[in-house]
């Protein structure tokens, strides 16, 4: 059969996954239509329908959730890499590597491959090669450890395994990314590390992901784990973090094991206004090896925050901290503590993926707001406070 009256999915099966595996892919190294996204919902007043999912030809990925390529198959009436409608659908490949944080991107028509090799800082960015010339994984990961140069001393933990378990969860490609990006991150002795997620997108599993790795790779002996409500605390215990419950422990009633690895506790339960309350300090400085903050944009972002001396008092220890709304005021500042975000996904980017719903906003204007409201002579707020005498208006209640 002419190539011309070939399908895409003929030349896939005919002379790119061939290909591929020559170079040394295994099976289990190769994803195909590959889904990366669940498709935004679309509203039409009771009903709601998905768009379609995005998705990739081909993910290879190095080890699972370590992937190093896009392939996208094209028809051989299309060039390697000629022709508008391809620049045009090369430029979205390019986009989808963006977003996925891989490093190289192939595009095919069962003749040859073009690489565009997102590492390269100079030199040739773009080249052709033949369907025998396809990168092995070792050749892939040597090129993409040189551009970022990894040290081998910190091999073993930018390669330690995700935690799987049956009927588990698995990443989500925004996931995988926040993970090895903090991972890279701590293991090339960055100190502070600051993720912006949105709420509903998955915090706690991906710092359970990070706090796995690093454990297993030996490298985060102990580990703290500070939220500053206890149902964060406990829905972490008993969910995302259930794999270590055999090393795991919760502060409470101000008494310390320090039989453990893993500690989770409330700011209010090893600190206070009192010196004899600051149980924190029972251990020593260095103790920790890792602290995770959950929701470090409350009390932690403030810099005269008696939870953020928790904090510099294990200055010695990798920090991360996790938000879903990063604070910047005059007093408050995550960037100021943590240094910027070194990943960001949006709420308007989980919707637009799908992984989370539209909303609509209902604005509902109360008698106070019309009216505004005074307070009676003499009277106190819940602190027993004096409530300053003037008509609140809608602007002090928002």
């Known amino acids: 059969m002419d190539k011309h009256e070939l399908t895409e999915q003929e030349i896939r099966t005919r002379f790119i996954t061939p290909a591929i595996q020559k170079a040394g892919w295994m099976p289990t190294q190769i994803r195909e239509e590959y889904h990366f996204t669940d498709g935004r919902f679309h509203v039409r007043g009771q009903t709601a329908i998905r768009g379609k999912p995005r998705k990739i030809d081909y993910l290879l990925e190095y080890k699972p959730n370590m992937p190093l390529a896009i392939v996208e198959a094209k028809g051989w009436q299309k ?3 000629g022709g508008m409608q391809q620049g045009l659908d090369y430029a979205e490949g390019l986009q989808t590597a963006v977003n996925l944080d891989v490093p190289f991107v192939y595009s095919s028509n069962g003749e040859r491959f073009l690489e565009h090799d997102r590492t390269a800082t100079s030199g040739i960015v773009e080249r052709e090669i033949g369907l025998d010339e396809f990168p092995s994984p070792a050749e892939l990961w040597q090129r ?3 551009s970022q140069m ?3 001393a910190v091999l073993p933990l930018i390669t330690q395994d995700y935690h799987y378990e049956r009927g588990g969860k698995t990443p989500r490609y925004y996931q995988r990314i926040a993970i090895n990006r903090t991972v ?3 293991a090339r002795g960055q100190r502070r590390v600051l993720l912006v997620m949105a709420t ?11 706090i796995w790795r690093l454990w297993k790779a030996g490298w985060a002996k102990r580990i703290l784990f500070l939220a500053d409500r206890n149902i964060l605390v406990d829905q972490a215990q008993n969910n995302d973090f259930k794999a270590f419950s055999d090393v795991m422990t919760k502060i409470t009633n101000r008494t310390i094991d320090k039989a453990y690895e893993f500690y989770l506790a409330l700011y209010q339960a090893i600190s206070g206004t009192d010196e004899s309350k600051n149980i924190y300090k029972q251990f020593s400085p260095d103790f920790f090896d890792l602290i995770v903050v959950d929701e470090c944009h409350r009390g932690s972002a403030a810099e005269d925050s008696a939870w953020r001396e928790i904090l510099e008092y294990f200055a010695p220890a990798a920090q991360l901290g996790l938000t879903a709304t990063p604070k910047e005021t005059e007093t408050v500042s995550n960037s100021d503590y943590f240094g910027e975000p070194l990943y960001t996904y949006s709420l308007k980017q989980g919707i637009d993926d799908g992984f989370l719903a539209p909303y ?7 008698d106070t707001d019309i009216d505004g409201w005074r307070p009676d002579a003499g009277q106190v707020d819940k602190y027993g406070n004096e409530i300053a005498d003037k008509l609140y208006t809608q602007d002090d209640m928002d």
């Open 200 to 210: 509903g997108t998955g915090k706690t599993f991906v710092a359970s992901q990070i």
């Open 79 to 81: 060039g390697v890499g």
């Open 184 to 186: 890279n991150a701590i």
């Open 144 to 146: 993409y450890q040189k």
């Open 360 to 366: 609509s906003v209902i604005r509902i204007r109360l």
């Open 150 to 152: 990894v040290e081998t």
